[in-house]
Structures are given as C-alpha cells and as structure tokens.
C-alpha cells in the first residue's frame, strides 16, 4: 500500500510488559488485522493530504513488477560483458604499423575509446545502483509485520491444548519485523505444526508439571527477528523436552534408520529424525498426532522452498527451541542473485 500507512491492527491479546503479546490456550478468537489501508480513523490522528491517498495494488503486480527488475538487472550485466579495452588495446598495437599520417587518427580513435569506455562503467554502476534501490522499494511494497503470521497461532494453541488438556500460554516478541507476505503465507503451516508439536509431545500435563516443580500451565515464546536479508523465527517451549533414545528407538521401529545408524548417532543428528517423513513417537493415531505427517512438512517448506535452515535443540525436562532462518523475501534470490 502506498501513501499513508496503515493503523495499526488491535491486540488480539492483553500486552505483556515488554512489548510482548501474550495469548492463553481459553482466549477468545482473536480478530483479524485490518486490511492495509483500511480501518477507522483514529481520534487525533492526521487526515489524509491531498495526492497522499492509499492506493491498492495487487500481489501479481508486484510481482510483475519484480520479474521487470530482474529483467532489467540482467541486461544491465549483459551490456557490463561487452568492454572496449580489447579494440583499443589493437588499436594501440596497430599505431607503430601504420603510416606516420594515419597514427594521429587512430591514436584518437583509442583516446575515444577509452572515454567511452571509462563513461560506460560509470553509468553501468550508477545503473547497478538504481536498479538495486529499485528492488527495495518494490520490495517494501509486498512487506507485512511479521505479527500478522503470529496472530494466526492463537487459535490451533487454544484448539490444541483443549484438545490434550493441557493449558498453554503463548507469548510473542519481534511481531514488528517486515517479511514479504508471501513468505509469512508459507511459514503458517509451519509454524502451525511446531507449536501443535510442542503442545502434544513437549509441554506436560498439568499435574506432572506440578510434580516437577513447574507452573501448572506450559508455555511458548515465539520471537522474531531481522537481519539484512534473512529473518529468525524462535519457537521455545518450556515441556520436558525430547528424549533421544526414544526417538531412536521410534526411528528404528518404523524403518527409518538402520541399528548401525542409531549406534553412530550424536544427540543432534538424533533429533533431526522428528522432522523425516512417517516419524511420529505416538503409538497409537489421536486427533493431534500419530500419523506421522507434520514435522516433515516443516522441514520440506523451510529448507527446499523457502531456502532457509532449521535447527532444533532440545533440554530434557527443560523444554526446546526451533530455530528457523529464511530469506525476508521470496523474490530475493531471483531479483538480485
């Protein structure tokens, strides 16, 4: 949207101190954000000036818009390719072959040449320039805080932790870092996956939790963060973390790994084996888990279609944290590599 920026969507949670937002498991469904652009007008603020109205403009515009860009870049590189160096560098060599009268004409054919060529490389860098910030601001068209993806984890946590049980707080941070929209549409199933994983298989039932000398009710902190071209997605639970062993020995019955692989293993490429296809440590099917689908889909967007990394590292009794890294935009590796 360009013009004015939008208001700023409503809490669907009360704010925690620190700028965090929190949601419990028996929260209401949250609204959804405000379309950019649209909404009341808030008391106090600003009206809009004139020529400062938003105007809509359509992902596929955008998009085409970028494949432009892209083209253009490439061209720009292709006429970088053609140097004038080689024709007046036998230019030079042909001055002491030729007849004393034609040297002057060609000893300011290869003075041209070298001012074209020099005025060439000024204007292809001041053209690389361009197209770069070109790409940005495109880019920032089709940019949405990251808060849009982590509003839509409020409802499975809730409908998850009925479903078990269990009571679950989730509490989020970052919700201000700026992805492309269809980048976060990619990471909801996901996300949706990790935090309905960690509600099943990580945090404890209440009493156990008790047992253990923790809060009755579990917690997930989702934070965000931004780098220059990349983005950081932390998903941390406080449950008991993931055993193993277990998860060998769960590997091992299923056919996904060979004795001899188990015995090898380290602790970390152990835990990678929750995210291969038909892993589930369940040994019967419920309505959350057991068929062996959902870790692995995580693992397909990230990796394969995003282009990010994955990591988990896991505390028993202590709980675990999924470390996601992609691109802040889908179009960055087409446009600018």
């Not at 950081?232 to 973390?241: C, K, L, Q, R, S």
């Not at 994955?310 to 009794?317: A, E, K, M, Y």
Request: hydrophobic fraction near 40%; glycine fraction near 14%.
């Amino acid at each position: 949207t360009l013009g004015r920026p939008p208001p700023a969507p409503p809490a669907p949670e009360a704010a925690s101190p620190g700028g965090e937002r929190t949601g419990a498991a028996k929260a209401d469904t949250p609204k959804a954000p405000p379309v950019a652009g649209g909404g009341e007008a808030r008391p106090g603020a600003p009206g809009p000036r004139v020529g400062d109205a938003a105007v809509r403009v359509s992902g596929t515009a955008i998009d085409g818009i970028m494949d432009r860009v892209g083209d253009l870049r490439l061209g720009a590189l292709t006429v970088g390719r053609y140097q004038g160096a080689r024709v007046r560098h036998r230019l030079e060599r042909l001055l002491d072959a030729v007849p004393a009268h034609l040297r002057g004409e060609l000893g300011g054919v290869a003075a041209a040449l070298a001012e074209l060529e020099h005025g060439l490389a000024d204007g292809m860098s001041q053209m690389d320039g361009g197209i770069r910030r070109l790409y940005q601001s495109t880019t920032a068209l089709r940019v949405v805080p990251i808060g849009s993806l982590f509003t839509r984890l409020l409802r499975p946590v809730r409908e998850t932790a009925t479903a078990v049980g269990k009571e679950v707080a989730l509490t989020t941070s970052g919700d201000d870092v700026q992805v492309d929209k269809a980048v976060i549409e990619m990471l909801v199933d996901p996300l949706t996956h990790i935090v309905r994983n960690a509600i099943d298989h990580g945090i404890e039932a209440p009493e156990t939790r008790t047992a253990r000398g923790k809060p009755a009710g579990g917690s997930i902190h989702v934070r965000a963060r931004q780098g220059v071209q990349t983005a950081t997605i932390e998903v941390e639970d406080d449950g008991g973390g993931i055993a193993v062993e277990r998860v060998k020995d769960k590997a091992l019955s299923r056919g996904l790994i060979t004795p001899a692989a188990a015995a090898s293993m380290t602790a970390g490429e152990a835990l990678e084996l929750i995210f291969l296809p038909g892993f589930s440590t369940r040994d019967e099917v419920t309505e959350t888990s057991g068929r062996g689908v959902g870790m692995d889909i995580v693992a397909t967007v990230v990796r394969k279609k995003l282009g990010g990394t994955l990591r988990i590292v896991s505390r028993p009794g202590a709980g675990t944290r999924i470390t996601i890294e992609f691109p802040i935009s889908a179009a960055i590796q087409r446009v600018l590599s």
